[in-house]
Structures are given as structure tokens and as C-alpha cells.
């Protein structure tokens, strides 16, 4: 899938930040948070003062107008998300047929804690998946090599 939705050319590129592996427009990111803070302290509040005249319980109006609180943090996520999208360009590029590739993905394996491993010790399905893939040979051979 091509997501073919360029960033603004007017858009610096210091204007964008990434916070949580996700690139954002620092604009965009305070509004957002403008808005989460203005639905959830506003459902805070009044379900707070809605909440004191039907409850009997002070402490238990106020648990649950922080609940509401937190409603209110999920909403805004909805909108913000909904309002401004994804500053991200994703690209499908197959790299996969490319041996130079192949190989020097096989080899950071290898250097992982516990190694590559060989096929003879995966599950039945897990090979399944890796011929329906074309990727078992590819694993069977780099085994071999590396037991020989």
C-alpha cells in the first residue's frame, strides 16, 4: 500500500518532530493537545458538578468525573485524529529478492542473542508460513552453512 500524501512544500522541516516513532507537525501537535485538555477538564467539571447533585458521596462524585475526564481524552483522540493526519510518507519498496539484502539481514540474526537457530527446531506452521512465503530455502541454506 502507497500512502502518496506529501508534507506541505511550505512545511521547514524543523516544523516536524518525532514523538513516539510517529513524525509530527509541532503545530498540529499543540493543538491537539489544546484540544485533549479542553474536552477532558470540561467533562471533568461538569461531570463533577452534575455528579455532586445526584451522588451521595463526595469521593465517589469525584472518581467518577474522572472518569469522565478520561472519556474526554479518548474523544479528543478521535477528533485530533480525525482532524490532522499522518505526516508520514509510506512507500512499499520490495528489497526482498535482493541477495546483498537477504544476506546481510540473515547475518544481524545471526549476531542476536541466541543465533538464527536451524529450521529442524520450528514448529510445523511456522514452516508452512515460511514456504508459503519462499523464505524456508533461503533459512535452510544459511543453517547449513552455518553448521558446516
Known amino acids: ?11 521547514p522541516r524543523w516544523q516536524l518532530a518525532e514523538v513516539w ?28 458538578r452534575w455528579l455532586a447533585s445526584v451522588v451521595e458521596s463526595k469521593q465517589l462524585a469525584q472518581a467518577y ?3 469522565a475526564g478520561l472519556a474526554g481524552c479518548v474523544i479528543a483522540g478521535v477528533i485530533c485524529a480525525r482532524i490532522f493526519p499522518p505526516k508520514r510518507v509510506v512507500t512499499e519498496k520490495d528489497i526482498s529478492s ?31 508460513e515460511l514456504k508459503e512465503l519462499k523464505l524456508y530455502e533461503l533459512f535452510a541454506e544459511t543453517t547449513k552453512k552455518t553448521n558446516a
Open 21 to 48: 516513532g510517529d513524525t509530527v507537525d509541532l503545530k498540529h501537535l499543540t493543538w491537539a493537545i489544546v484540544i485533549g485538555i479542553g474536552i477532558s477538564v470540561t467533562g471533568y467539571f461538569f461531570a463533577s
Open 98 to 128: 535482493d541477495p546483498a539484502w537477504r544476506a546481510e539481514v540473515l547475518a544481524e540474526l545471526e549476531n542476536q542473542p541466541g543465533g538464527l537457530g536451524t529450521v529442524a527446531d520450528l514448529p510445523p506452521a511456522v514452516v508452512q
Open 65 to 67: 468525573a474522572m472518569l
Open 1 to 11: 500500500m502507497t500512502n502518496n500524501q506529501q508534507p506541505p512544500a511550505t512545511n
